[in-house]
């Protein structure tokens, strides 16, 4: 009975051995299986969290408003970043050094840093938004970068048209509304003429829908409308206006977004009819003022008004 | 007249100026009127403050897109009844056409401007008026004329995908100059200048004219205020016509009610239509 016990307990003892061998090999390869996954998670962590903590320590000293008017080698700075609009940012989330490449630790060696950045500013964008990029540069704008820039011409670059720090997201109202006076800044008469449209009085007064400049003319591609590449060449601003208006035919491409009624540039009808117009109500609202005030004027001095004259 | 205490209540006659028919025109021009203004000016004064709050209240520009276009079949609906009524009454010679009594203007009005003038600089009496006066005629056409130019244009503006099939797309640009200042120059003619001058504003009408509602004058006011229509009428003996006894107190009082009310809703709008326009000349 023992011996027989026995031989069953050792052979039970064998079977735990082999079992634990096997448990064991199996718990050694789920620790490998659990390195290879958790080191490289450790290893983002350990770079991400640091990063975030970058743009922390950067905005110590760059959140302080003075720096906004600061005299560096006898030049004017505004070195100022306002923490709450680049939380609130598309970038929000990025450090720093994403754009501002080399910048890692502080102090900085801000001198290098800054001429380095200095040339690279439209760069900076580029890692992230290559294809913005390259449509920015076959553009208009792009090209006159390059070219004419140094004759004094300012044409803009990402940041003129999308702000550095508090860049937004693109499709909103807010943004879109606010497109028009970015063109504007360096094509008012445009803007001005953009606005007496229905176009322009609606998205001013908040319908997303309505088109604005980049609708028409394109955002990044934007080029003269001489060139057959445009969005308004004759050969495509009919498939521009189609987008929003699937009915239009070639005539309805005819309509003058940006004419001045008023001025003799404009078609001689448009500024036959506008001119007829003004004369018209200054003509017929000084007259009624005029026989308005007097007719006032004698009902007072008659006592018509609460007297017998009247009711 | 034996009017006053002569009088007694009960007896009380009124002059009929206007019929069911053209007081219900004057209800739909009047509303949609109204609808077509507070939605399309805040359009052309996009800066003004007011034009933002306003377009907030509605509901947004489309909801404003809607209401104008809602508001403008009515508008067209008045134009093409009254257009219907005006080929009528010449088809049907319901009246003398060119004749002091009719809404057509003549030479009488431009002396009665004059005389009018005189009076306000207190060269002379108040002219004796017509059964329309040339402000009211003035009221009458400039609306009526205005809608076909404002309509027409709107129209265009409404379809310009269809329009421009046929038209050059210059057309949108006439039309909407002719839209936007027409629709100025009705704005300050009917809010200010002429109309709501001439129907709360005179001494004959302070502080608001109930004719247009109700359809009637009381008497004593009719011979006062159209003495010459009384004095024609009298003379052809056809006053009969339009005299007769007034509504029961009743209804006179719905109509004070139902004047008062769009007097206040008048006052508001063009008060805020006003504000709505000087605010960007001012900041
Ligand atoms: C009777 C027929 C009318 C039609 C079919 C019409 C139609 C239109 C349309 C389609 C627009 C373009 C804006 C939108 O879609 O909301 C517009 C704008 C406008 N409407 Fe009218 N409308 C009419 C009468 C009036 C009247 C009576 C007034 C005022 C007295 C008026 C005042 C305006 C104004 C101020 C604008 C903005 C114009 C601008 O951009 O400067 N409309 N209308």
Redesign the pocket.
């Given at each position: 009975m023992a011996g027989g016990a026995r031989n069953s307990v050792s052979g039970l003892a064998k079977e735990f051995t082999f079992l634990m061998r096997w448990a064991f090999s199996a718990f050694v390869l789920y620790l490998a299986a659990l390195m290879l996954v958790a080191v490289p998670a450790l290893a983002q962590t350990q770079t991400t969290v640091p990063e975030t903590s970058l743009t922390d320590r950067c905005l110590t000293c760059h959140r302080q408003e003075y720096l906004g008017r600061l005299q560096v080698d006898e030049q004017q700075k505004d070195l100022y970043v306002d923490p709450a609009a680049y939380k609130d940012s598309a970038h929000g989330l990025l450090p720093c050094n994403a754009c501002h490449t080399g910048f890692s630790h502080d102090p900085h060696q801000m001198v290098t840093n800054a001429e380095f950045f200095a040339e690279t500013a439209g760069e900076a964008c580029r890692n992230c938004h290559d294809d913005q990029f390259e449509m920015y540069k076959q553009s208009y704008h792009g090209t006159l970068t390059r070219d004419i820039a140094s004759d004094g011409v300012e044409a803009p670059e990402c940041v003129d048209c999308h702000g550095t720090h508090a860049i937004q997201e693109v499709a909103t109202l807010e943004y879109r509304q606010s497109i028009q006076d970015v063109c504007g800044t360096c094509h008012g008469g445009r803007e001005s003429t953009f606005l007496?449209?229905?176009h322009g009085?609606?998205i001013t007064l908040g319908r997303e829908a309505a088109a604005t400049c980049v609708d028409c003319h394109g955002a990044h591609s934007i080029l003269p409308i001489s060139n057959p590449q445009s969005t308004l060449s004759r050969a495509n601003i009919l498939s521009t206006c189609q987008q929003c208006h699937p009915q239009a035919s070639q005539g309805f491409t005819t309509f003058l977004v940006h004419i001045t009624p008023t001025s003799p540039k404009a078609p001689v009808i448009v500024f036959l009819v506008a001119v007829f117009y003004l004369v018209l109500i200054i003509a017929v609202f000084s007259f009624g003022g005029i026989h308005t005030l007097l007719y006032i004027y004698r009902g007072i001095k008659d006592g018509l008004y609460f007297g017998k004259g009247g009711h | 007249m034996t009017t006053g205490t002569v009088a007694t209540e009960g007896v009380r006659l009124v002059y009929r100026r206007f019929s069911a028919f053209h007081r219900f025109n004057h209800y739909l021009v009047m509303t949609?009127?109204f609808g077509?203004?507070l939605?399309?000016?805040p359009?052309?004064f996009k800066d003004s403050y007011f034009s933002q709050q306003l377009m907030n209240a509605i509901g947004g520009?489309e909801a404003?897109?809607f209401i104008?276009?809602t508001?403008?079949?009515l508008?067209?609906l008045y134009?093409v009844l009254e257009a219907g009524y005006m080929a009528w009454y010449v088809a049907a010679r319901k009246g003398p056409i060119f004749s002091d009594d009719s809404i057509v203007p003549g030479k009488k009005d431009w002396q009665d401007m004059k005389g009018m003038f005189r009076w306000f600089f207190g060269r002379g009496p108040k002219p004796a008026l017509n059964r329309f006066t040339y402000w009211e005629k003035f009221d009458y056409w400039a609306l009526f004329a205005?809608?076909v130019l404002?309509?027409g244009?709107?129209?265009m503006?409404?379809f310009p995908e269809a329009t421009t099939r046929i038209l050059p797309g210059v057309t949108l640009n006439v039309a909407?100059v002719i839209?936007?200042n027409?629709?100025?120059l009705?704005?300050g003619v009917?809010f200010i200048f002429v109309h709501f001058f001439s129907a709360h504003g005179r001494p004959e009408s302070f502080p608001a004219d109930q004719v247009i509602f109700s359809g009637y004058l009381p008497v004593e006011h009719y011979v006062h205020e159209r003495p010459l229509e009384y004095e024609n009428r009298l003379k052809d003996g056809t006053l009969d016509q339009v005299v007769t006894l007034a509504p029961s107190p009743q209804r006179r009082r719905m109509f004070g009610w139902i004047t008062a009310a769009v007097t206040v809703f008048a006052f508001l709008a063009a008060t805020y239509t006003f504000l709505l326009i000087i605010w960007p000349l001012v900041f």
């Open positions: 007496d449209t229905y009085k609606a | 949609s009127f077509l203004v939605t399309g000016l359009l052309k520009v404003a897109g104008h276009r508001s403008a079949v508008n067209i134009f205005g809608t404002i309509g244009s709107g129209l503006m409404w909407l839209h936007s027409e629709a100025f009705a704005t009917i």
